[in-house]
């Protein structure tokens, strides 16, 4: 079976920090390229980036790629997202994604506010 569990996600106050991570199972992860996805209240789905399979090559949306880092550890299985800076258009429910082969995990909440 499958899965994907990310977990770290809380409330912050702007300019805050946190790392998500991506617990994976199910699947030959070092096999696959990951990524972060979120949805923020009310609007769709934004690719928040990418990195390859060792971890050597990373992508980012333009306007997260100064704040936001992806890692991986193969050993682990595990998937990290670590956000800096936090602002409030950073509220979401995040998800990491093996997208192709369409695995998905179930997200974990982020909430930037005062």
């Known amino acids: 079976e499958v899965q994907l569990v990310e977990s770290g996600g809380e409330l912050v106050q702007p300019g805050g920090s946190l790392r998500l991570s991506c617990a994976t199972s199910?699947?030959?992860?070092?096999?696959?390229?990951m990524s972060w996805v979120r949805q923020a209240p009310g609007k769709g789905l934004e690719w928040v980036g990418s990195?390859?399979?060792?971890?050597?090559?990373?992508a980012y949306a333009e306007s997260l790629k100064v704040r936001f880092t992806i890692s991986r550890d193969n050993a682990k299985n595990t998937l990290y997202l670590q956000m800096n800076k936090l602002e409030s258009g950073d509220t979401a429910v995040y998800y990491c994604a093996n997208m192709k082969s369409d695995y998905w995990g179930q997200g974990t909440q982020v909430t930037v506010s005062s």
């Open positions: 990195i390859n399979w060792d971890g050597v090559t990373t």
């Open positions: 199910g699947f030959t992860f070092d096999d696959y390229g």
